[in-house]
Every structure is written in structure tokens, then in C-alpha cells.
């Protein structure tokens, strides 16, 4: 009996047990920290360099496969081997972006349909949900720039918790062209 009474009493490797019992939790944590760090800085990198390489294209002799070579290596800086696509839209105005061509809904539907009137903004002959013409446009055209950003986990956080070992990031902005010549896309009326 003195020899249990003495065992409960020993108090020696009792933190080398609580540090086995507290270092699964701090490892998990530390990953996860790491994980959400590596993804804030790629998208922070991310979109510093579309700002600039969007501020950039503004201008007419600019060349847009140069500055998507830029944005795509500041990104990989941060998660090398990264997938980098660009998708440019062109607007006549920033009121337009994202924006569907007006119709008269006549059947009170919601959708353009049924040879319903339309306007066609963009002047490509159909109804369109996003007016915008793909590509970086003309003098005063506003572009949306999106960029997305798919990348390898560095961390295998994502093991433990069962989710992908990729990520994506997503960033846009619009910008206007500068005045470099006249711009004009008449609208044209249409039916559906």
C-alpha cells in the first residue's frame, strides 16, 4: 500500500505527459495558423499586383500578356507552381459592369424571352446577362480585370480536417482606360 501511496505522490515526468498531452493541440494550431498566413500573403500579393498590372494596362501601349506575366509572377513568389488565369470584360461605363442589357419584359417572367425587346449595349446581336465584351477594350472603357489563383496547400493541415489540398483565390477590379482615342459602341434595339 506505501508503494501506490508513494507512485500517486511522484511528481517526476509529469511534464513531459501534459507536454504530450498539450502538443497534438499546439501542432494542429500552429498548422492551422500557418495555413490561413500563407493564404492571406498569396492573396495580398495577389492583389497588389493586379492593382498595379490593372493601373497599368490603362494606357494604349500597353501589353496585357506582359502584365498577366508579372501578376503571375508575383503570385508564384508566394505559392510557387500556382495556376494564374485572367479574364478581361470591357464596358462603355462603370455603371454597366456586370450589369444584364435592358429588355420589356411583356410576359412579366423576369427573363428575356419569347422575342421580348431588347437593348443590345454591346452590339452583338443577342440578349446578354453580363454586357461586356470580352477583351481590354478601347479609349474610356471601363475593364474588369479578374484574376484566379488556384494553388497547392503548402501545410497538411487540410489532411486533418478532410478538405482539398488545393485553394483558389479570386480577385477583380475595374478601371477605366484612359482617353486615348474616341470610343464608340452605339446601342442597338433587338427582340429575344
Known amino acids: 500500500m506505501t508503494r501506490l501511496r508513494n507512485l500517486f505522490a511522484e511528481e517526476t515526468g509529469a511534464a513531459i505527459i501534459e507536454f504530450a498531452l ?43 500578356g506582359t502584365l498577366d506575366a508579372k501578376v503571375t509572377a508575383a503570385v508564384q513568389q508566394v505559392a510557387p507552381g500556382a495556376t494564374v488565369t485572367f479574364q478581361r470584360s470591357h464596358y462603355s461605363s462603370f455603371t454597366q459592369v456586370r450589369k444584364s442589357e435592358d ?20 452590339g452583338n446581336g443577342r440578349w446578354d446577362a453580363d454586357m461586356g465584351l470580352v477583351g481590354q477594350g478601347g479609349a474610356r472603357d471601363a475593364v474588369l480585370y479578374k484574376v484566379t489563383v488556384n494553388y497547392q496547400r503548402v501545410f497538411p493541415l487540410w489532411r486533418l480536417l478532410g478538405q482539398s489540398s488545393t485553394s483558389q483565390l ?18 442597338k434595339p433587338g427582340n429575344c
Open 103 to 122: 429588355f420589356t419584359d411583356t410576359n412579366h417572367d423576369g427573363t428575356c424571352d419569347n422575342g421580348e425587346p431588347f437593348e443590345d449595349a454591346n
Open 22 to 64: 498539450v502538443a497534438p493541440v499546439l501542432v494542429v494550431l500552429l498548422l492551422g495558423c500557418f495555413d490561413l498566413g500563407q493564404g492571406i500573403y498569396t492573396k495580398t500579393m495577389l492583389l497588389g499586383s493586379i492593382e498595379k498590372a490593372s493601373r497599368d494596362s490603362t494606357i494604349e501601349s500597353a501589353v496585357t
Open 170 to 187: 479570386v480577385a477583380s477590379t475595374v478601371l477605366r482606360n484612359q482617353p486615348y482615342t474616341l470610343q464608340a459602341i452605339p446601342a
